[in-house]
């Protein structure tokens, strides 16, 4: 994630119903097919067999050993053309490994020269309406600042920012291949987020109106979860439009995490909070939700050479990805085991 030290509003979503239209409903002005799941009582997921089989499956362990072996690729910045293939292959190879769908969408963007690079995408997808999409993402490529610019080939661990949400989505794909979902999950792990965000940029353009039939549920961004240094807590980060949602993620959040306590956050418009992939769906007025490690936990170490192994907090990564799956749960739909 690139840092900025812009000052944050933090309230809570339920504190600010009142810039939610109650007849008219962002969502429904955009055509987003949850309003009438926003409906659905939350106690119904909580009794649901297939519900707890998922959150069980998230394996501490794996997400460990993800980490720390894609962490082990020497740089994934992306003007380093060896770890940037490095990178595509690993995300294929660990995902299909996992029995997964993977596929490269191969892109080029300019910065200073043409970079051949990918977005990897795992597509899982729906029973009865597979054209509602709910796209999961998180950023591959590493940076370590202002080294890289000057030498594009020295380390650049990530292993916060963001190996984490990278084995937070590889979990995520290796446990939704065992069940059934109403609605397609997208999962996208995007190229370039720390110089442009080029990766999310195309996905995003991928639900510009005309150019798909189908309909974006809501965009899941996951960066930075696996270091908490005072408390454990986590935010489901939103602005207006996404607030609904994230609402009616936060109960069943709650159900699926031990350790860690995961609020809803909602971002003015003058202080979007962080620059992260969510953000390129957030100005296009499409529905987004940012899971982070917290907003006040500033990661000391992100962008550095320093964000390496020893920083990560595994525990808090696998509660944090037990959140993410049963967010992903609830917004694709029931499921079946």
Known sequence: MIRRSIPILLVLVVALGCSIDPDHSPLERIG???PEMLDRDENWWMATRAFYLAIDRVSEARLEESVASFSGIHSRYMHWDAGNAAS?????????GYGAPAEADSFRFH????????NVISEFPGRNN???VVVVGAHWDSIDYPESFQDSSVRAPGTIDNATGVAALVELARILGEFT???TVRIVFFASEEIGMHGSRRERDR?????????LVCMVNVDMLGWDQD???ASLICNALSAPLAGALLPLVHEATQFIVVDTLLKSAASPGGSSDHLQFWYYGMPAIWLHEGPDDLFPYANTDADSLPELDAAFLADGTRALVAAVLRLAGPISD
């Open 32 to 34: 987003s097919p949850l």
């Open 88 to 96: 595509v292959d690993w995300l294929m190879e660990t995902l299909r």
């Open 111 to 118: 910065r200073t020269r043409w970079i051949d690079t990918a």
């Open 130 to 132: 597979p054209e509602e």
């Open 181 to 183: 979902l109403d609605r």
């Open 207 to 215: 639900w510009r109106p005309g150019e798909t039939t189908d309909s």
């Open 231 to 233: 408390r454990p807590d």
